[in-house]
């Protein structure tokens, strides 16, 4: 029997039998040469010696598990003087020396290892019909050298976070081939700086204003051009705003009280007109009846017969007939203020994942609501279409003051991402407060100035413009930007920034998140620089979703990608 397309082999091995058992394909192969090289002097082996058998597994074959049983003949060599009088035959295009399985399989676990971690990795694998256990999916990983250095030029390096606030490592980002250049351990001038004169080609290096990344660029590509990175320029210049809206809270507090007093009405949910729509079937069932009741009573029937013809009790056909016009629609009962008290209550407890109005009703009673049932169902139902999302008190009571830190994200953001309600809250507070709309538009001048990379001569026309206003702590800001003047004046210019370190930096936490603590860093390294999709950065979507366990740096995020609020703190302001 020779090879088989179901199980490709090399030319030089044949199949002798295949046996089947269950799901087990049990493949013995012999190899058909009968000249063997000696492995230490290459005299053909002169006579077989012996023969023994080796099993391997393999890669499935029709969801089957396969194992290889080989037969190994042992040989004399030729060569009377060669000090290795016998020599075992090996099959190096099918399996290495001392290996319990084929190389294509040992690949096949290594991309299964990559792309998953050790424990889903042999659960998948197991399934099909390749059984191994984590541990050795996770030893293969290991084995798999890290890919050669790519001859980047344009670098974007950042933190990436081991445990947030704690430890940190550096993520370097090829900005040309968008793939992530390497991963290091740690966060420090050092580490950095041994990377930088290893790759002497970068001319472009992306970075924050920190001084660990400035200095290691700076030693160790000392002719690259450095760009401060726009993402982080606009984040330090909205904490700068933050400060200066802290002396102005009470502008900020008057606007949201007067917006709160004028607010409109919250657009109807589905659950609204459904409730709309149900008053309204009932009013016409009211004014037919009506009509039923007065147009029996003027052919003359009695009115215990009315009632017992249309179905209804005779108090209800007495009622009908004290008016001759039908029953006004049922205006809107407002029980809301009884309810009020509570709504931050209910909402509290809606988000805790208590959606019954039976439960809640108890509970608010326990409290003294003195009001019904049907308003507290009322109430919940309007919670109902947002069931997805958590219920901002914001919705209800209106009454908030956005805190310093989301006036400086709203007015930061590019306008055509802000809501109506940020639009209205910005221009109430611009024409309240000199100072505030000074700030505002210094904002939108820096804002555009960076995005549009409007050049060196509008940033200092800009500066001068932040140092005539005598505002602070924009003033302090513009200073501080002094030290690091090139690699600012080079983010008006240049169009390379960090957004894409910050897509890979979301792609280490999710791996390091799915590796359940058990990786170690040459792991994490191996599956951030060999997973399959190693060349693609998250998108925005999945960015967002990666980030929703918003901390205040990925909150920022919104400036980088333009993306819509999706964060509480966001929702807070809307
Ligand atoms: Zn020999």
Known sequence: MGSSPFLPLPSTLSIDAVEQNHNLLVVSLSAISSVIPCPKCGTPGSRIHSRYHRTVADVACGGQHVVLKLTVRKWVCGSPSCSQRIFAERFVELVQRYARMTDRLLQTLQSVGTTTNGADGARLSSKLAMPTTGKT????????????????RKAGIDEWAWKKGARYGTILVDLEQRRVAALLEERSVETSTAWFVAHPQVDIVSRDRGKIFREAASAGVPHAKHVVDRFHLQKNFAEALEKFFRHHKQSLKAVAHQL?????????????????QEREQRHQQRVRRHQQVWTLFRAGYHKED???????GSSSVYRALEHEHPPAPETRRRTDHV???????????WNQGCHTAAQLYEEVVAQGYPGSLRTIDRIVRQFRPQKTQPVSRQTITQKNVPSTRSVALMMVRPAPHRTKEQIAFIDQVVSRDPAIAMAFTLTQEFGQLLRQRQGVQRLEQWKAAVRASGITELIRFVEGLADDEGAVANACTESYSNGMVEGFNAKVKLIKRTSYGQAGFPLLQRRVLLHPAAGEAFDKEQRQRSSRR????????????????TTEAEARIA
Request: glycine share 6%; charged share 20%; net charge positive.
């Open 137 to 152: 999916i996770i030893r293969r990983v290991l084995e798999l050298p890290l890919p050669k250095d790519p001859s980047i």
């Open 306 to 312: 009315i009632a017992a013809m249309i179905g209804i």
């Open 339 to 349: 309810a009020g008290p509570y709504l931050s209550y209910l909402s509290d407890r």
């Open 550 to 565: 918003s901390a205040p740096a990925e909150h920022l995020e919104v400036l980088a990608s333009g993306s819509t609020p």
């Open 260 to 276: 709160a007093g004028k607010a409109h009405p919250a657009p109807k949910s589905a659950a609204s007109r459904q409730i709309d």
